[in-house]
């Protein structure tokens, strides 16, 4: 695909899809040397390098080496979808139904009887393209796809923008916009998997902490009943720091934009997780079985990184209660998150 100014970010060849599409990666960095990369497909962060007190950077996202790999996932129906932009509708939806104006619009079923992440074509397995590239002070990457119409049942088409920026504190900015030609239930999310040792280690030492006093309860098949229970005495309470939990799938209720910190006892290294989004689904296991090959040769596993899946509640739409899901073709989408970076943190 290339980009809009071939002399304002360093690109790469990342590989050719099945269709013979030719797939760049492309690479910007801040002036403390923190740098990101990001291919066309799926719009996907492939590495997010962190600067440390040593001189030394680490690499904190999973990924894969080439876009073979993150087709093939797919392919197979195993993608953990790392580093992807998920949508048009993160999460589970039950029955693949939504209700729009008291009208029911039936999805594709691709997770059991239900609908996950935007169906079998979805953002995360498409070509995106890259429309804006700046450089200099907070430098970004700015890609952009269409949706035709009534995919996945779609009564019109989207269009829809994420833009990658590196601020010079430190911080991965992350804002995803939509428009679209007809009403229809819009939930996007970024979903890294994160790891504060480096992609290739566990996460043994790390601690987590949510705003959270509430999180959705859901019923046997992961899709949520409508209802908010507290946290209190229950697995769920991060209010406090506590070690990452081995395996997670819960959507939170956040109380303020400050959602959550990760945090590294040992090089005490820590991210910072802000969104004007009100939920943050918190993942740890799934699709990231033990013995999947990633990025360099590693061999990543269900504890090799945890998702911060910024978003409004999943199943809105079959939900009152919870905060509308639909946009109308007089709107804008907007969805802005921050993970911020800090090599001294003390919690």
Known sequence: ???????ATNQRLFGTTKNGNKIYLNNISNKNGMELSVCEFGATITSLKIPLNNHEKIDVVLGFDNVTNYEQSFLNNTSPFFGTVVGLNAGRIKNGIVNINGQSIQLETNFGKHHLHGGKINLSNQIWTLIDVTNG????????????????NHPGWATVKVTYQ?????????????????AYPINLTQHSYFNLNGHQHNMDNLQLKLTAKQYLETDAELIPTGNKLSVTDTPFDYTAFKSCPKSIDTSFVLDQQDAAI??????????????????VHIYIGGKCD??????????YHRF????????????????????????KPNEKYYHETTF????????
């Open 262 to 279: 990760l945090y590294n006892e040992d090089n005490h290294l820590c991210m910072r997780v802000s969104t004007n989004q009100p939920c």
């Open 290 to 299: 033990d013995g999947l090959i990633g990025k360099e040769g590693v061999s």
């Open 340 to 347: 911020q970076f800090d090599n001294n943190c003390n919690q």
């Open 1 to 7: 695909m290339g980009h809009p100014n071939l002399e």
């Open 137 to 152: 002070e907070n430098p970004s990457l700015t890609y952009e796809i269409t949706t035709p119409a009534n995919q996945e």
């Open 166 to 182: 590196l601020l010079e504190n430190n911080s991965l900015k992350v804002i995803l916009t939509a428009i679209t030609t007809a």
């Open 304 to 327: 090799s990184g945890i998702c911060f899946e910024t978003q409004n509640f999943p199943d809105a739409t079959n939900h009152p209660t919870f905060p509308s899901s639909i946009l």
